[in-house]
């Protein structure tokens, strides 16, 4: 991936990209699972702290201005700590993604192409991917820029034309199993802002560094908005939702969609657009593990990679047998790799490396004072 730099509107669809792939597959049916009635406060809740982590992030990535995580890794404990961390995102990148291309591919057999194998469906997707990271990373942006806008829109539109269908009442009772299940256990739905994990690899790539802040907290707070509109679409739809095992609850509720005998059936709209969404994240996520690869190993181009990585992707996708174990992994496992891996991981390294600065700092000021 080459050093192209990223405005702010970019980098804020690049925030959002994840998040918004992730709503597509499972991610409020999970959310639903979890707090049930009292969802709609539990994304209160956690929205609010993900701006605060986000600003954190931020501040502590302040004192080391043009460098990203495996950079500061590198100045806290050394290259073979930056190998370390720079291979956990890698891993992180190759397989949340690959997961959950397996699991929107199974949704897209089991609604279009049940006689079709799984595998011929994958290798589109992964050859879309190859043939995209052939060109340059800002091809990818601009194509970004021009799908999630419509993905975003898809949403509102879906919510606003279900609205004659939703029964508010069932958001009650309002703190669903009680409070400890709505904020203590209900901190797992933090997971749902993966997106926090490129704000760790987004300063040197920015126009304007100084909006670092900016770009973190608007596409934080467009995300948390985003999640509570598709949540409360589905909550305030269906009675018995959140003991179902709807496969892309989202496409169930365009089911509903209807303006006369004119305009009906419009899910492969959404779908289309879905999907097209979809290969933006996966473009973008293997460009960004390409790019920590290219860090640790400081080769000087990516295009040996480029099919290693697809073939990388198309090989995890297909370790789970079948789409239970896949979704298993996305709805129980995946969450908590990004709590540890982006929540917890990431911020702890800043930290200690800020901490370090800091003594260092000091002694810096107290040989001069000596002196």
């Known amino acids: 991936m080459t050093k192209s730099k990223l405005g702010t509107i970019e980098a804020i669809m690049l925030v959002l990209i994840i998040v918004v792939t992730h709503t597509i597959s499972s991610l409020p049916r999970e959310i639903l699972v979890l707090t049930k009635s009292a969802t709609i406060i539990n994304l209160i809740f956690v929205s609010i ?12 990535m302040k004192n080391f201005a043009g460098s990203d995580i495996i950079d500061i ?9 930056k190998n370390i961390i720079g291979i956990i995102f890698i891993l992180y990148f190759l397989i949340s993604s690959s997961i959950l291309l397996r699991n929107f591919c199974e949704s897209i057999k089991i609604i279009y192409y049940p006689m079709t194998n799984i595998l011929f469906i994958l290798s589109l997707f992964v050859i879309a991917i190859c043939c995209v990271n052939r060109l340059d990373f800002n091809a990818s942006l601009k194509t970004n820029l021009l799908i999630l806008p419509l993905v975003l829109a898809s ?24 409070l400890f299940n709505t904020f203590v256990i209900g901190l797992t739905n933090l997971s749902a802002f993966g997106g926090i994990a490129f704000l760790y690899f987004l300063p040197p790539y920015l126009k304007q560094p100084e909006k670092m802040k900016k770009i973190a907290l608007i596409s934080i707070g467009i995300s948390a908005i985003y ?32 303006f006369g005998s ?4 419009l899910e492969s709209i959404f779908l289309l657009i879905w999907i097209l969404a979809f290969c933006c994240y996966l473009s973008i996520t293997s460009k960004f593990a390409m790019s920590i690869f290219k860090k640790l190993t400081n080769i000087e181009t990516k ?10 992707i198309l090989a995890i996708t297909l370790v789970p047998k079948n789409y239970a174990i896949s979704d298993k992994f996305e709805t129980e496992i995946y969450p908590y790799l990004v709590l540890g891996i982006c929540f917890g991981l990431g911020i702890s390294i800043l930290i200690l490396a800020n901490i370090m600065k800091r003594k260092q700092k000091k002694i810096q000021a107290n040989s001069q004072t000596i002196s």
């Open 303 to 312: 295009k040996p990679l480029i099919d290693i990585f697809g073939l990388l």
């Open 262 to 265: 004119f305009f009906q059936r």
């Open 227 to 258: 999640l509570m509109l598709c949540v409360a679409t589905l909550l305030f739809m269906f009675s018995f939702f959140i003991n179902t095992n709807e496969i892309t609850p989202l496409y169930n509720a365009t089911r509903y969609i209807e």
């Open 49 to 60: 702290l993900a701006i605060l982590f986000s600003y954190l992030i931020v501040r502590l």
């Open 73 to 81: 890794s590198e100045y806290l404990g050394g290259k073979v700590f």
């Open 155 to 178: 949403i509102i539109f879906l919510f606003f034309a279900n609205m004659n269908k939703f029964v508010p009442q069932r958001m009650f009772p309002i703190f669903g199993d009680g």
